[in-house]
C-alpha cells in the first residue's frame, strides 16, 4: 500500500462547477497536510494545509479532513480553465519529519 | 510565504561535464532543503535531504557520488551533476520547509537539465 494515494485522473469537470479531488494516507499518526497545485512544466505551487479535523476554506478552495478515515480531499469551487493542473496530496507523518507526496490527479476544466 | 530561488531554470550540457545547480532561500534561513527529480509526467522522486553543515541524506538508488549536495550556509544549497549522461535529462527541483506555511515545503521553480 502506498503511504499517500490519489487517483491519477483524469479528472474532467465543466467550468463553473465543483471539482472534488480525494487523497488518502496510511500512518495514522499523521500531523499535517497539504495540496499542491502543479502546471504542467513548472514546479509545484503550496495552496492549502490542515491540521484538524474539519474543513478549512480559502476563497474558492476547501480542505477537508477525516482522521478517522484518514482521507484528505480538495474542493474547487466555480471550476476555471485556470484550475487545470496536476494536484499533489502530501502529508507529514508521524515521525514529523519529511512529508510524502502522493503521485497526483490531473484535473482538466473544460469550457 | 517564503521565496526559494533556482538557477539555472534551464541548462543543456554536453555528455561527460558536470552542472551545478543552486537553490536560495530568499528571506527565511532553511536548515534543510530537499532536492527532487521528476520525469515527465511522472512523480516527484525525493533525491536527497541537505542539511546545513552536515552531510546530504540520499535517498536508496541514488548515487551520492554523481549526485554532490553541498549546504554551506542558511540559505543556500547546491546540486552538481557528475559526468552527466542524458539519462541524468530531467526536471530538477530544489524545496525547504515553509515555517509560514505549516512547514509544507515551498519549491524552487526547477532546474531542466538536457544532457545532449
Known amino acids: 500500500q502506498k503511504e499517500v494515494e490519489q487517483n491519477s485522473g483524469p479528472l474532467s469537470v465543466p467550468e463553473g462547477a465543483i471539482a472534488s479531488l480525494n487523497c488518502t494516507y496510511s500512518?495514522?499518526?499523521?500531523?499535517?497536510f497539504f495540496w499542491y497545485r502543479q502546471y504542467s512544466g513548472k514546479s509545484p505551487e503550496l495552496i492549502m494545509f490542515i491540521y484538524s479535523n474539519g474543513d478549512k476554506e480559502d476563497g474558492r478552495f476547501t480542505a477537508q479532513l477525516n482522521k478517522a478515515s484518514q482521507y484528505v480531499s480538495l474542493l474547487i469551487r466555480d471550476s476555471q480553465p485556470s484550475d487545470s493542473a496536476t494536484y499533489l496530496c502530501?502529508?507529514?507523518?508521524?515521525?514529523?519529519?519529511?512529508?510524502?507526496f502522493g503521485s497526483g490527479t490531473r484535473l482538466s476544466i473544460r469550457p | 510565504g517564503a521565496v526559494v530561488s533556482q538557477h539555472p531554470s534551464w541548462v543543456i550540457c554536453k555528455s561527460g561535464t558536470s552542472v551545478k545547480i543552486e537553490c536560495r532561500s530568499l528571506?527565511?534561513?532553511?536548515?534543510?532543503m530537499f532536492w527532487y527529480r521528476q520525469f515527465p509526467k511522472q512523480s516527484l522522486m525525493l533525491m536527497a535531504t541537505?542539511?546545513?553543515?552536515?552531510?546530504?541524506?540520499?535517498e536508496q538508488g541514488v548515487e551520492k557520488d554523481k549526485f554532490l549536495i553541498n549546504h554551506a550556509s542558511l540559505t543556500l544549497s547546491t546540486l552538481t551533476v557528475t559526468s552527466a549522461h542524458p539519462e541524468d535529462s530531467s526536471f530538477y527541483i530544489c524545496?525547504?520547509?515553509?515555517?509560514?506555511?505549516?512547514?509544507?515545503?515551498?519549491f524552487g521553480s526547477g532546474t531542466r537539465l538536457t544532457v545532449v
Open positions: 541537505s542539511n546545513e553543515g552536515s552531510k546530504a541524506t540520499y
Open positions: 528571506d527565511f534561513q532553511a536548515t534543510t
Open positions: 524545496s525547504a520547509p515553509d515555517p509560514l506555511k505549516g512547514y509544507g515545503y515551498t
Open positions: 500512518d495514522r499518526g499523521s500531523q499535517s
Open positions: 502530501a502529508v507529514r507523518g508521524s515521525s514529523a519529519s519529511k512529508i510524502i
